[in-house]
């Protein structure tokens, strides 16, 4: 199956940020610690990120749940930032969010080898990773026909959530790595 022009060009302007957080988790989630940097640092972005209604909501109680199954006690969180008036840049918001839940099926894989289920530690893994929004964002980019002012803006907003994502982990890396 061919990707669509506009996805196609987005996934590839993304990549470089993409293979940023990648190489944050160089074992995914494989290791105990590594799992604990990954839900602190999604706790922040999904806390904070310009998503459509409903998804802080949906989400964050999954993984606030899942850090206390580790131990860990969720940080207070502010208000979400708002969703920006602009369509492309929500939508590459929305892309980068949504897109996050094919990692999410290979990531719960590895949270089941450290024990981890849907009942207990990895809720928010497995009710990402079921979801169906990611062919919604899909239909969207396939629906779209955006000027070169309106794909920058795409491209640039989904560079600027991944650019979140990552500040997030490195702070919840360097948090996991204190040594006791
Ligand atoms: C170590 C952690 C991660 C791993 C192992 C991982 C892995 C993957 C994999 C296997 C895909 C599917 C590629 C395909 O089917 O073609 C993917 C796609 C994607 N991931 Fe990740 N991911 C990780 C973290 C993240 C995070 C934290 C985000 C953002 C919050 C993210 C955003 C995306 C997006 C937007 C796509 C869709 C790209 C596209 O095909 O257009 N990923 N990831």
Do not use: K
Not at 72 to 85: F, K, Q, Y
Not at 120 to 142: F, T
Not at 160 to 177: K, M, N, P, Y
């Amino acid at each position: 199956m061919s990707l669509g022009a506009v996805r196609s060009h987005l996934r590839q302007a993304t990549a470089p940020a993409h293979a940023r957080v990648d190489a944050l988790l160089p074992h995914g989630v494989g290791r105990r610690s590594d799992y604990a940097a990954y839900l602190r640092a999604m706790h922040r972005f999904v806390a904070h990120a310009a998503l459509p209604d409903g998804t802080r909501e949906q989400y964050l109680p999954l993984i606030s749940a899942d850090l206390r199954t580790l131990g860990i006690g969720a940080d207070e969180v502010g208000s979400a930032t708002a969703p920006s008036r602009d369509r492309y840049e929500r939508l590459g918001w929305h892309y980068v969010f949504e897109g996050s839940a094919l990692g999410a099926r290979v990531l719960l894989r590895q949270a089941g080898a450290l024990g981890f289920d849907a009942v207990s530690g990895a809720c928010y893994l497995n009710e990402h990773a079921a979801s169906g929004r990611w062919s919604d964002v899909l239909r969207q980019l396939e629906d779209s026909t955006p000027d070169p002012g309106q794909l920058g803006r795409l491209v640039a907003a989904s560079n600027t959530a991944f650019a979140a994502v990552e500040a997030a982990l490195v702070d919840a890396l360097r948090i996991e790595r204190v040594p006791a």
